[in-house]
């Protein structure tokens, strides 16, 4: 069984309520396969993010950049 100190790293790691609930019957019932599969999902969907915000950043670099010239 998952314990408090599992659920409140996922839910710090902005895993939705339903995810955690999800992850939680996985790792009951014994389906470690699919509870890292679950885990790697929201590891996919969280570099997406971090990507998309880094390409954000690269614009605003180039920018103030161009405005410094």
């Known amino acids: 069984m998952a314990d408090k100190i599992d659920i409140r790293c996922l839910a ?3 895993m939705p309520p339903e995810m955690i609930r999800t992850y939680i019957e996985h790792t009951e ?5 699919k509870a890292t599969s679950l885990l790697k999902q929201w590891r996919e969907v969280l570099l997406d993010h971090l990507h998309t915000c880094q390409r954000q950043i690269d614009c605003l ?3 103030l950049r161009n405005m410094q010239k």
């Open 12 to 14: 710090d790691a902005g």
């Open 29 to 33: 019932n014994g389906q470690s396969i």
């Open 61 to 63: 670099d180039y920018f």
